[in-house]
């Protein structure tokens, strides 16, 4: 069987232990499930018993052979049952290690919860990446040099060797990951440029690479990215590298050489150690520092003596790596070594630095003698517990003891085998006689395995015959001889224990204990020499526990389970690296703060702006990356398709139904980041576009688009008609497709440049089509920005390039916005729009954070909104006061002109002609304040009270603004013609009621100074009104020239 399990394992010892543990409780419990084993043997046994009386050497002979049938039976099933179970734990690990990455298909699985730290992505291979980068970045002081690394412009001409201008890009891309791990929304972070530049520097990127070959490499590069930023005039002089400063040290190799020492002096960064042949790290440490007879406290290896070596300068982060791989010559094939090696959370490195020399010296050779005692000591001690000149031995003490029994016992005859005879004759005849009469079945008894009980047989060997003089005197010898043998025992055992608590005192003193180094990340490798499993433990110093850091998972831990699968010599899995860090430099481990105020910098505040720039870009297209998930999944068809009436219909309860849940929303800035699909749709939904007609119901060609999309079909090609373009095939199953953005004059824009730029994109490739349709669109749209403004358009609704044109915006922010534009998902109509979609979301990819300003970016397109939404209340207002609405319309003049100023305030092009929206504003109070003065002069009591609610609560605290903001003198002649209207009745006879209701009513309206500014917001917008704001425009402007209302579709 075990044979069977170690092939099974392929000579895994550990595996095939666990195999045997795990599959023979199920062997033995096969035969009670009921497979007949059991029982057909029970059967066999029934009719021998049953066929009369055999001889019991035959019946032994058939059961032995049915026996060994069925071992041999059962060894086959085991072996079947070990395949079997290897190709489940294959199974499983590989389905553990998927459960692991974490990596749903859903990306709502991929949110950061709080701030809990990001795991790394294991884009192939990589996990020895993610181990090395995971204990390096919760290091604080590493993490901040990371982050503030800058190079001046003069050092980066400097860089004209192909080995700067990688150490510069990778120091690059590593500022970039470590921003994303600070500030990500994300719970794991993808490291893939980073991992592109180091495939060049191993043989092949699909081997797994050794942690420490990677961690070599990785502080080469970093140490020369730090040089290239150093100030120091000589390009070789490392001592202001902040590199070399953190992990580099120096140590004295000291050897004597007929007599003489000789000394060198030696740079390291990680100081390897040996496993084998030691217990614990500081036997390893004396093993590496002292080549000579005092290799370890509790090791008997010794080597040639004369070389010591002698830590000068130890590095405020100390990296020892431990050396568990060995080449076997005999198989021509390198092993892993998997012994028990412990360490401590705190080590003191006193004993290996120059300034204890003497100490040490003095200690070591203490040490020295201390360890020849206790090895003879140890040899005593076992001459005791293993006594005897034959092959085998036995503890003296227990021999004395049986010695002692054997005299002691009353022998019962001279002869022992007259015993047995005297015991058979006094036993019943028949066993048989004695039998239950029920019971018609006598027992087999199997004369190999199973004997018949003797009856009161003596239990020991006895002495013939012993005197009472001679029992006394062997009885008293070996009595006082084993208490002699046991005091000299205890007294061995006193004096082992004593002289190891000496020598493990030996360094615990105070003296010794000046220098501690705590530690900071435990490197795991989980496999073989072949194979295997990198993971990282990492004390979290803010949170003060220990994370187990597994590619994108990141878990909370304890030391418990870091000692389980970091000492090694139980599984598989074993420290393969540790790193310590200076416990007497707290500037090590604290957190960034603030200059000012000395508060701790958390998340994005602790990042340079430029990385934080950079993050917020990440974590809008993560956001963008969820609502097109979000939009997919709601897209899914979830009942049956309805006929197309009674979809108008839901559709229009349901946009009216949200309507009245959904709360106001302000303007967001991501609007314009979507593309100009998305910035279109916003304008008329998330900027709140108000509708004061219902909409009516499209005609039957304008349906047809919306049918094919309810189609459950799959993979079909349908033709759409898209405004000013055409008709276009679009699939079916299209990721992202959105009908409604498509019809936006922004998206048809880019699918006529797309449609121009087919023939490049068929003939070079989806970069030249995206460079020649980028072309197109940038030059349609830079000559409409020259078109001329007129009172019935504004070019500058067409496309936020336009309004970017004529606010002569940078040209980066106009490129940018052009390519995200092309990056936009609804581009997923047929494969050219998909590759090009994809080139342009490539490109957006490649710009740094240098590279744009993302703060000013953003402000142009909050800009470009607040226009829009100064437009859609402009209409709104103009066609609530074309139908007779003159509240709803001066409240969103009001909101119209209050918006407008402020982006005046920044040029003239940024707004609209704010005489106009004045013009309509002075319009509607004074058609507000007629009403409300015919409905005070009627008399009624509803009417009055109506009257002075449309003056309190719309024209009085509009009037307030105006006077508060620079009025004009237009709209102060408005503001006296409509005191001098309401002051006019106090010259009438009215009721006295009336007359009161006027006296509280008229110190309000001719001091604007009493009481707070309120202006009820506009109405909620349900979604769904028109994108297109210059047919709009349009049609309102010839609706006020004609006198006549008309309904814009």
């Excluded at 021509?332 to 412990?342: A, F, Q, V």
């Excluded at 009037?959 to 309401?982: G, K, N, P, T, Y």
């Excluded at 006295?992 to 109405?1019: A, H, M, Y």
């Amino acid at each position: 069987m075990l044979t069977a399990a170690l092939k099974a394992s392929q000579g895994d010892l550990s595996q095939a232990i666990a195999l045997l543990t795990a599959q023979v409780p199920e062997e033995e419990a096969e035969p009670v499930a009921g497979d007949g084993r059991a029982w057909s043997s029970q059967r066999r046994i029934v009719e021998i018993s049953l066929d009369g009386p055999k001889d019991d050497l035959q019946t032994a002979i058939e059961l032995s052979l049915q026996e060994s049938q069925n071992a041999q039976e059962e060894e086959r099933e085991l072996n079947r049952a070990l395949e079997a179970s290897v190709e489940e734990s294959a199974a499983n690990a590989k389905r553990k290690r998927c459960e692991a990455s974490g990596e749903s298909a859903n990306p709502a699985d991929w949110i950061r919860q709080d701030d809990w730290p990001v795991g790394v992505r294991n884009v192939g291979n990589t996990c020895w990446f993610s181990a090395v980068i995971q204990s390096l970045f919760h290091l604080p002081v590493f993490r901040r040099l990371v982050l503030n690394y800058i190079l001046s412009e003069r050092v980066l001409e400097k860089c004209k060797s192909c080995s700067d201008k990688r150490n510069v890009a990778f120091m690059q891309e590593l500022r970039c990951l470590f921003a994303l791990m600070v500030g990500s929304k994300r719970r794991f972070v993808d490291p893939s440029a980073a991992v592109e530049l180091l495939k060049d520097a191993f043989r092949t990127s699909e081997a797994q690479q050794d942690v420490s070959e990677f961690t070599h490499k990785l502080l080469d590069w970093l140490e020369d990215a730090f040089q290239l930023a150093a100030h120091g005039s000589n390009p070789e002089d490392k001592q202001e590298n902040p590199m070399v400063q953190l992990f580099y040290g120096t140590f004295v190799a000291e050897r004597t050489i007929e007599g003489s020492t000789v000394s060198n002096i030696e740079q390291f960064g990680q100081y390897p150690l040996q496993v084998n042949g030691f217990n614990n790290l500081d036997e390893c440490l004396e093993g590496a520092m002292v080549e000579g007879e005092i290799e370890s406290l509790h090791s008997d290896q010794t080597f040639p003596c004369g070389r010591q070596r002698w830590f000068s300068k130890l590095p405020p982060v100390l990296t020892f790596e431990l050396s568990r791989f060995e080449f076997n010559q005999s198989l021509g094939r390198p092993e892993k070594i998997h012994k028990k090696l412990e360490f401590p959370q705190v080590m003191y490195m006193d004993r290996y630095i120059p300034s204890n020399i003497e100490q040490m010296q003095g200690r070591r050779e203490e040490v020295k003698k201390l360890k020849n005692q206790l090895m003879a000591l140890h040899q005593k001690l076992e001459s005791y517990k293993s006594y005897g000149s034959g092959p085998t031995k036995y503890p003296l003490a227990d021999m004395l003891e049986y010695v002692l029994e054997f005299a002691t016992t009353t022998p019962t005859s001279t002869s022992p085998v007259k015993d047995v005879r005297h015991q058979l004759q006094t036993s019943p005849a028949d066993p048989s006689s004695h039998r239950d009469p029920s019971s018609d079945k006598s027992p087999v008894h199997k004369p190999f395995t199973q004997c018949r009980p003797v009856m009161d047989a003596p239990q020991h060997p006895s002495p013939h015959s012993i005197s009472e003089e001679e029992l006394l005197c062997v009885k008293s010898c070996l009595q006082r001889w084993r208490i002699e043998v046991e005091n000299s025992i205890n007294e061995l055992k006193s004096s082992i224990e004593g002289i190891s608590q000496s020598l493990g005192g030996m360094y615990s003193d105070g003296s010794l204990c000046q220098a501690p180094y705590r530690l900071h990340a435990v490197l795991v490798h989980e496999g073989q020499a072949s194979a295997g499993h990198y993971w990282a433990y990492v004390y979290d110093h803010s949170r003060q526990c220990w994370l187990k850091c597994n590619d994108v998972s990141v878990t909370e831990s304890s030391w418990e389970e870091l000692v389980r699968d970091s000492y090694g010599g139980m599984t598989n899995a074993s420290a393969y690296c540790l790193m310590y860090i200076d416990d007497s430099l707290p500037h090590l481990v604290a957190e960034d703060t603030d200059v000012e105020t000395g508060q701790v910098l958390q998340g994005m505040d602790a990042l340079p702006p430029i990385l934080r720039r950079y993050v917020q870009e990440d974590n809008r297209w993560f956001k963008q990356e969820l609502q097109e998930w979000e939009e997919q999944l709601c897209r899914r068809p979830q009942e049956e398709p309805t006929l197309p009436s009674q979809c108008v219909t839901q559709e229009q309860e349901m946009g009216e139904s949200e309507a009245e849940a959904q709360p106001e929303a302000e303007p967001k800035p991501e609007a314009a980041e979507e593309g100009a699909g998305q910035e279109e749709a916003q304008a008329g939904g998330d900027e709140e576009e108000p509708q004061a007609e219902p909409q009516p119901q499209a005609s039957p060609q304008e349906e047809a688009p919306a049918e094919t999309n309810r189609r459950p079909t799959e993979n079909q090609v349908s033709e759409v008609e898209i405004p000013n373009v055409g008709k276009i095939l679009v699939r079916s199953d299209a990721d992202g497709y959105n009908e409604e953005a498509m019809l936006t004059p922004a998206m048809q824009g880019i699918i006529l440049a797309i449609a121009k730029a087919r023939q490049t994109y068929d003939k070079d490739g989806p970069e030249a089509g995206l460079i020649k349709a980028f072309h197109e669109e940038y030059s349609r749209l830079y000559q409409l920005s020259q078109e001329e403004t007129t009172p019935q358009s504004d070019p500058r609704l067409q496309h936020v390039l336009v309004y970017f044109f004529q606010n002569r915006a940078p040209n980066r922010v106009v490129e940018r916005t052009l390519l995200e534009q092309f990056a936009d998902r609804n581009l997923s109509y047929d494969e050219r729009s998909i590759g090009i979609m994809k080139e342009a979301r490539a490109k957006l990819r490649l710009i740094k954070p240098e590279d744009m300003d993302m703060e000013e970016y953003m402000k142009w397109h909050e800009d470009y909104n607040l226009f829009r939404k100064v437009f859609v209340y402009l209409l709104t207002g103009l066609e609530q006061y074309q139908n007779g609405k003159y509240v709803d319309a001066l409240n969103y003049l009001v909101y119209a002109f209050q918006n407008n100023r402020e982006l005046l305030m920044e040029g003239d092009r940024k707004g609209v002609e704010q005489q106009f929206i004045a013009l309509y504003r002075r319009k509607c109070l004074t058609e507000l304040n007629e009403n409300a003065a015919k409905l005070f002069a009627s008399g009624d009591e509803s009417n009055v009270a109506a009257g002075l609610s449309i003056m309190n609560n719309t024209v009085i605290p509009c009037m307030h603004l105006m006077i508060r903001d620079s009025v004009s003198q237009e709209d102060l002649d408005v503001i006296e013609a409509m005191r001098s209207r309401w002051c006019s009745y106090l010259e009438q006879d009215m009721e006295g009621v009336l007359q009161e209701k006027l006296s509280e009513f008229l110190p309000r309206l001719l001091d604007c100074s009493v009481g707070r500014i309120e202006i009820t917001e506009p109405p909620k917008v349900r979604p769904g009104v028109p994108h297109d704001l210059g047919s709009r425009l349009a049609a309102v402007m010839e609706s006020i020239h004609d006198t006549s209302i008309v309904t814009v579709k």
